[in-house]
């Protein structure tokens, strides 16, 4: 059948045309296949469905046994069919009852037919069925006419998409594409969120697939390339330039992409089977997708990213459509759904309409995800292919506790989340009606919450949680999401504008926490083995003074006239503090020399992270104002387990024996000396870990502000005394204990304290 008689082009035209009669969806899947057959001189073309119970129906065929259509159906993975699906890839094979793979279905009489060929039909990367074609004679097919199968495909795509067959299904077979999924995902920021999607970066949705001017079509393909290219150069090499390190990497990944002769082959390719060029560029992306995505290969995987995002941006080239963010059109009620997303990026969102958050990338500690804690929105990540599943507007459930996406939710699951939505609330309404209340244990015990912040949107939680101070105001966050290093000035007034917005209320400011993940863009990134071991925090400080000389300078300006509090992060020696203090005290002299005000008061603290310091308690003790347990790094380093790596980060229980011995040493050494110390980690805002902080002897505990009230509950009903002496000799003698949660767990019950 070398050469179809009737061309590809011919083809497509009938098919649209079927396309377009006013006939029931099963006549027209039957006229579709007839047409198909007869254009590749075939004595066989069937169609076959991929269900939602996984199985690959037939739909329809010419040449097969008509009785079989509905009836016969096959697994993934099982026959020529279940392959093909499975691999996502076309198969072409002369003699296809010797594949190992052929599984024979008696009621279709298909033992006749010898050679076959099949392809995939993909939308957005998933795989929505097979189109299969079959001669009597063994022959071998053209790769040209794999690549018409293929494109013919694409129109059965839209079909299956549409929602269309779903009228001729048998009886509780679900095939629609849009079918409600639920799907596991990393849990990044806790709460439940409702909504619709909005896609971060819109799709151009492709409407015309056939073309009626090949030619033409292949010359706007070939501008819009043209186009792309010119405009990665200006990127990368214009003048306002501004971005460097990853952000420059990943632009150059695209142009060379851009500038590979094979990328644009493909998709001319694809306009000469008939495609209009946005229909080709999509073809080629939806095989691109379907091949990259089951690749074991990281680095091929992330490769897909590129070329996706290289993708949209010749759509958006060939259909002049501006690269619109989805934040103009907000609708209420909005879950944003990204690839990935810089921080900043969701800043410009309207905050009042946001739901929540969903990652096809990034972790807990991604930037977007501590803003969007911060936002009090929930958060999952590692969402996988998300972004080609759902479609703007889809309804989604969120649930940031569990790590779960619910798409297209059916209305029971929806109004099962509506419920537990609502009993939140309600909670969080009781929690706030805690604001007022003193945090003092039932024997009397006064317990200090702070809260942790970072960002500006941070500040009004202290009023509403009714925090007693910000314990840790992580300054790095700032300077990420700012497209350059702030000068001076600037830097100022953002730390004024966090001492005037909580009036009244002490700010423990933290100096720059950059390096291991946390990347500035702007400022030269050293690759290094191990990052989290690496030169970050108060060493980039030590080795580069004026940095943090002008960090200091910055915060001694806005802190004239008032308290200040400043700390310091990662000190792994005693030394370390006094030459970070001499910083502080020179510039202070300097501000006095030019007549600025000095603060009212300046406490200077440490941040214990590094367990170096548990040896050294005495020194730094005799050596500060204060100190802030970092159980975060403390914890990360005690068990040697990277806090960003899946696969140790919840190896060990910081409620074990090793890990609350040392938290109960760094209290006692410091209450003994009369510091203060307070733990800013992530386990001073869980119940539980926090009634164990505080019978180890914590009086002071900082976290983000939707721990407020769930702790200040907790400690309403602790009784202090009976909890130490009960919990402290849990510590002596445990022998092989890797946790004591459970029995944590168990007191906290038999007492009633609220958890
Ligand atoms: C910590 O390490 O516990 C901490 C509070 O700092 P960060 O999480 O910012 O490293
Ligand atoms: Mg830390």
New binding site residues.
Partial sequence: MAGAPAGPRLLLRRIREVMAEPVNAQTRLDKIVIQIASNMVAEVCSVYVLRDDGRLELFATEGLNRTAVHLTTMRAGEGLVGLIAERAEPLALSEAQSHPAFSYKPETGEEIYHSFVGVPILRGGNTLGVLVVQNRAQRTYLDEEVEDLQTTAMLLAEMIASGELQSIAPAGAVISLRKARSIKATPIADGVGLGHVVLHEPRVVVKQLVAEDSKKESARLDQAVAGLRASMDKLIDGDDHTGAGEHRDVLETLRLIVNDPGWSRRMREAVMTGLTAEAAVERVQNDTRARLQRSRDQYMRERLHDLDDLANRLLHELTGQPFVTANEKLPENAIIVARTMGAAALLDYDRRKLRGVVLEEGGASSHVAIVARALGLPVVGDVRNITNLVEDGDSIIVDGGVGEVHVRPPADLESAYGEKARLRARRMEQYRGLRDTPAVTRDGVAIDLHMNAGLLVDLPHVEETGAVSIG?F?TELLFMVASQFPRLGEQVKLYKSVLDSVPGKPVTFRTL?IGGDKILPYMRHYEEENPALGWRAVRIGLDRPALLRYQLRAMLMAGGGRDLRIMF?MVAESVEFDRVKDMALLELAHLERHGHERPRDLQLGV?V?VPSLLWQMDEILARVDFLSV?????MQYIFAADRDNKRVSDRFDPLSPPALRALKLIADKANAAGKPVTL???IGGRPLEAMALIALGYRGLSMSPSSVGPVKAMVLGLDVGEARAHIAPMLENRDGARSLRTELQAYAEAKGVPL
């Fill in positions: 840790l992580r926490d992060p941040m992270e970092g159980s975060n790094d403390l800013c980690g992530e």
